[in-house]
């Protein structure tokens, strides 16, 4: 990512961690999922990390010298052996959906969080689902994401098919 914010026509992805209850703004380059030496930003601030992934969700990360081991789960991220809390701010993302709005009344899109690949397609038009039940499924970054319905109803719309590429944002699936 280049000092003036841009990332070669993608997106930066923002996460603010709460650290003992403070938060703080990290942007993170579209590069962050390669690994080695990256440029984020913290709270406006450029800081270059140098980041490994050890295995999935576990990221060793090399900061100003000093080596942090970061495991990444549902609930939070932990560094160090202490959890610190996140939430994601991308207009883009399923968690970002989740919070006010987010009610069950009226159609209800399942977006890509970011471009990659249809690799599995779970559902069909006019079947039940429940919340948080897994519709689709998109390659990105040589990870396979798992995405769900917002909420419970019947699918009104299935937009994609296997194989198909799929950018940031786009309608997979509306349930209705």
């Given at each position: 990512m280049g000092r003036d914010g841009s990332a070669g026509g993608l997106a930066a992805l923002t996460v603010w961690?709460?650290?003992?209850?403070?938060?703080?703004r990290v942007e993170l380059p579209p590069e962050v999922g390669r690994g080695g030496v990256i440029e984020c930003v913290v709270?406006?601030?450029?800081?270059?990390?140098?980041?490994?992934?050890?295995?999935?969700?576990?990221?060793?990360?090399?900061?100003?010298?000093?080596?942090?081991?970061?495991?990444?789960?549902?609930?939070?991220?932990?560094?160090?052996?202490?959890?610190?809390?996140?939430?994601?701010?991308?207009?883009?993302?399923?968690?970002?959906?989740?919070g006010a709005g987010a009610g069950t009344d009226g159609p209800r899109p399942?977006?890509?969080?970011?471009?990659?690949?249809?690799?599995?397609?779970?559902?069909?038009?006019?079947?039940?689902v429940e919340a948080g039940e897994a519709v689709v499924v998109i390659e990105a970054m040589k990870m396979q994401n798992e995405l769900k319905s917002p909420k419970a109803g019947r699918v009104g719309k299935v937009a994609v098919d296997v194989g198909d590429t799929v950018g940031a944002g786009d309608v997979l699936v509306v349930v209705e």
């Open positions: 961690l709460e650290v003992e209850g403070e938060k703080r709270d406006g601030q450029f800081v270059t990390v140098d980041g490994r992934f050890l295995q999935t969700g576990v990221l060793s990360l090399l900061v100003g010298g000093r080596q942090y081991r970061c495991v990444l789960d549902g609930d939070g991220v932990v560094i160090d052996g202490r959890r610190f809390g996140f939430e994601v701010e991308d207009p883009r993302s399923l968690q970002g959906r989740r399942v977006k890509s969080p970011m471009p990659g690949r249809v690799v599995l397609v779970l559902i069909e038009v006019g079947q039940e």
